[in-house]
């Protein structure tokens, strides 16, 4: 079975540092991998999706990098700002896009 | 890009009366609809995955009579919650996966509260 975890589970930084989350998923056999935002009381807003063949994307300020044999992916956020506070969710699916399954998520505070 | 419209994004009911959700994809079909459901300070989990036309397939734990999924269409999905009680209150999240697509497009969610 599938399991997703994220470390830091929160996190509080200055406005203006570079910041790495961390996401391991247990099966290395995934089909994709995807990082979502989830500002409090809302829906998700993806981020940056990876396909299990590809080892990076980048989309503005976010850079996600994946090394499926370890299991692991990282987001990098550079010069995070006040807007970037939220939770970040990690997630994986297998099975050509079925059976998501998501981690805790980080929590971020980005200090004006 | 794919847009999936939930409805409605905030509802209240009294113990043990049904509330039903909607969720469509406005502008592809989705043969594959899924429901996820996020108690507070935790993540998503799935409920079940719902095709086009066939029954939903319930993840372990979920209770089908209870929650009633309906996927009439290729672009309507439903989750009806059944004689709500407190414990059913929670953000109750859609997704659908487009044919020949191995993405998911999340809804906005609905938040559920049962008096």
């Known amino acids: 079975k599938q399991e997703v975890t994220q470390i830091p589970a929160a996190l509080s930084v200055p406005e203006g540092e570079n910041l790495v989350l961390n996401c391991s998923f247990t099966d290395s056999a995934i089909y994709n991998l995807q990082w979502f935002r989830q500002d409090p009381g809302k829906g998700l807003t993806s981020l940056l999706l990876?396909?299990?063949?590809?080892r990076e994307q980048t989309s503005g300020r976010l850079n996600a990098s994946l090394d499926k044999s370890s299991g692991r992916s990282t987001l990098y956020i550079a010069a995070s700002q006040p807007g970037d506070s939220a939770t970040y969710l990690c997630a994986v699916s297998g099975n050509y896009g079925q059976n998501f399954v998501f981690g805790p998520g980080t929590r971020l505070s980005a200090l004006p | 890009g794919a847009v999936v419209s939930q409805h409605p994004s905030w509802v209240i009911c009294k113990s043990g009366t049904s509330v039903k959700i909607e969720c469509r994809s406005l502008?592809?079909?989705?043969?594959?609809m899924f429901w996820y459901r996020q108690f507070p300070k935790q993540s998503l989990m799935l409920m079940a995955t719902?095709?086009?036309?066939?029954?939903?397939?319930?993840e372990q734990g979920v209770e089908k009579d209870k929650f009633l999924i309906n996927h009439a269409s290729l672009t309507l999905s439903t989750l009806t919650v059944t004689s709500a009680h407190p414990e059913d209150s929670s953000f109750y999240i859609c997704?659908?996966?487009?044919?020949?697509?191995?993405?998911?497009?999340f809804g906005a969610g609905t938040r559920l509260s049962v008096l």
């Open positions: 719902s095709n086009e036309g066939s029954k939903a397939t319930y």
């Open positions: 997704s659908a996966r487009p044919a020949g697509v191995g993405l998911q497009y």
């Open positions: 990876i396909q299990s063949s590809q």
């Open positions: 502008d592809f079909q989705a043969t594959t």
